[in-house]
């Protein structure tokens, strides 16, 4: 049965998800969004089983089609949504009882593969405890300049590490094109 790895069947999972708070609400509403984007381009065929797919494939396809209206940051990050969404169904079809997300391994991570002070650092407050605050690594090294902390809402500071003292405004709105990616509609 073909149907239980269904495009339909993916965004049914992360509907799950989200409402068993599996993943965070955001999270799991940013994937849906961009597997509804992306993977609406497949036909009824190549929708049924999603699992299947050749993603870099489908992700040309998707930029020859809807190209103009992304930015290439943004096209990563669709790709990096979907096949987050893509890894975790399969998980979820191959052992329901044993799934995890990936994204809570991620989450929880201190340290990085890349050197730290060559890329800036997003760090939300508000919600988390003191002490996941304090374990924040903190960015050494010629390109950290300070932590800008940027006030959302009355619960929530987002601290932005890393920005290198010369930021240009190219690279300030590459940036913020990243960051309006992540939002979800009001």
């Given at each position: 049965m073909s149907d239980k790895k269904s495009r339909e069947a993916l965004i049914e999972f992360?509907?799950?998800?989200?409402?068993?708070g599996l993943m965070a609400q955001a999270t799991a509403r940013a994937r849906k969004a961009a597997v509804g984007k992306v993977l609406g381009i497949l036909d009824d065929n190549e929708a049924q089983d999603v699992t299947s797919?050749?993603?870099?494939?489908?992700?040309?396809?998707f930029g020859h089609l809807q190209g103009k209206a992304y930015t290439p940051q943004s096209l990563i990050t669709y790709k990096s949504r979907v096949k987050a969404a893509l890894d975790d169904f399969a998980s979820y079809i191959e052992n329901p009882l044993a799934f995890k997300p990936s994204l809570q391994a991620r989450e929880r991570k201190t340290g990085?593969?890349?050197?730290?002070?060559?890329?800036?650092?997003?760090?939300?407050?508000?919600?988390?405890?003191?002490?996941?605050?304090?374990?924040?690594?903190?960015?050494?090294?010629?390109m950290?300049?300070?932590?800008?902390p940027i006030p959302i809402r009355a619960d929530l500071t987002v601290r932005i590490q890393g920005l290198p003292f010369?930021?240009?405004e190219a690279e300030a709105?590459?940036?913020a094109s990243v960051i309006q990616a992540m939002a979800t509609p009001a």
């Open positions: 992360l509907e799950y998800v989200e409402q068993k797919i050749d993603l870099d494939a489908v992700m040309t396809r990085s593969s890349k050197p730290a002070s060559s890329t800036p650092k997003v760090v939300a407050e508000g919600m988390a405890s003191e002490s996941s605050r304090q374990s924040a690594p903190a960015v050494a090294g010629p950290s300049s300070s932590i800008l010369d930021l240009t709105k590459k940036i």
